[in-house]
């Protein structure tokens, strides 16, 4: 491979060029700007994505309540309720 030292040459057509194909902004015709209607559906999404903003990812008082149960002891997991959990949750997968 042969590399040659006429890089500032391309630079320099590449820009040459890319000055030629800018446009200027058109000028507005009587004065008529664009408008943009947004839909009842869209802006009640709008209001649920902003509720939803709001709301903590965690819910502290229910982390906090699990944590002060196994600080004491009495936090206690069945194994059985969790391995149903886990088969309910793969099989749901399949379907």
Same mark, same amino acid.
Do not use: C
């Given at each position: 491979?042969?590399?040659?030292?006429?890089? =500032?040459?391309?630079? /320099?057509? !590449?820009?040459?060029?890319?000055?030629?194909?800018?446009?200027?902004?058109?000028?507005?015709?009587?004065?008529?700007?664009?408008?943009?209607? @947004?839909? /009842?559906?869209? $802006?009640?999404? =709008?209001?649920?994505?902003?509720?939803?903003?709001?709301?903590?990812?965690?819910?502290?008082? $229910?982390?906090?309540?699990?944590?002060?149960? !196994?600080?004491? /002891?009495? !936090?206690?997991?069945? /194994?059985?309720?969790?391995?149903?959990?886990? @088969?309910?949750?793969?099989?749901? $997968?399949?379907?």
């Amino acid at each position: 491979m042969k590399i040659w030292g006429d890089i =500032q040459k391309v630079s /320099g057509v !590449y820009n040459k060029h890319s000055r030629v194909n800018r446009t200027e902004k058109p000028v507005s015709v009587n004065g008529k700007k664009d408008t943009v209607s @947004i839909s /009842g559906e869209a $802006k009640d999404f =709008q209001t649920v994505m902003r509720a939803l903003k709001d709301v903590p990812d965690v819910r502290r008082d $229910k982390v906090d309540a699990l944590a002060e149960k !196994y600080r004491s /002891g009495s !936090y206690t997991v069945s /194994g059985k309720e969790t391995a149903d959990k886990i @088969i309910k949750s793969v099989l749901d $997968k399949r379907i």
